[in-house]
């Protein structure tokens, strides 16, 4: 089977109170993505966002509708970012080829019907990772290449969280109906993401971690600012954020993390941000 996918429902921030490890991570965290030869999907109930990746080797993989969807094909109510975080790979959108590079990403607009992700090397193949919402209107196609992006320098070493954040997906470079994704990367020395942490319930939010270093991992918090819960995260992973959470985390090394939400408004800065010391 090419095409593996799985739901995840909404959760309350009462119900997450009494969650063991176990729940919390099946609840929340997405373990199996940059399978190769397969496309892993998830489909989760905040917003009606999915997460996914798509990893060819010898053959294209078609991105296909899939049940939850009850649709004809992936794209008929929906809009697709997909960012490349592998070697060199090609997604075709119908007849035309749009090749991506480590780092670059892809905007494809509702109603496009044929979608197919491949490698330029069966040896060293282009990890696609892909987020998808709900669409009410189509946008053009575009590739947002490394110089295309908004960057923006946060935090600081004294504190810990000095970091490059890389808006890809957002309506400043790109038309989209609600779709933002980025990507931020910490500098050397530092370990806190999104500290200060902030929640926007106008918005979910999923976190996929990258470039953590074999035998390092990052501890996402996630939960109300008063009331945190903390998962723990491996290279390649992904945690999704309800509305209602704060969504941050420290490594044990350097990584990056690819960020993708969608809901209420395309407002990036839309944040209501929490006092370090008042977090519980
Ligand atoms: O490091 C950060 O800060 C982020 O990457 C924040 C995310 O972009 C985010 O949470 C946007 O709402
Ligand atoms: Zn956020």
Known sequence: MKTYYETRYASSPQGVK???TQQLRDEFLIENLMQQDQIVLVYSHYDRFISGSAVPT???LKLEAIDPLKADYFLERRELGIINIGAEGIVKVGDLEYVLQHREALYVGQGNKEITFSSKLATNPALFYINSTPAHKTYPNKKIGINDVEVIELGAP???NARTLRKYIVNSVVDVCQLQMG??????GSSWNTMPAHVHDRRMEVYFYFEILE??????FMGQPQETRHI???NNQAVISPPWSIHSGSGTSN???IWGMAGENLDYGDMDHCKINELK
Do not use: G, I, R
């Not at 990507?183 to 050397?188: A, D, F, I």
């Not at 035998?215 to 996402?220: G, N, P």
């Open 18 to 20: 009494s969650y063991d």
């Open 255 to 257: 990584y990056s993390f």
């Open 232 to 234: 723990w995260v491996a």
């Open 215 to 220: 035998d390092q991992a990052v501890c996402h």
């Open 58 to 60: 010898v053959n294209p």
């Open 183 to 188: 990507m931020t990367t910490l500098k050397s």
């Open 158 to 160: 004294e504190t810990a």
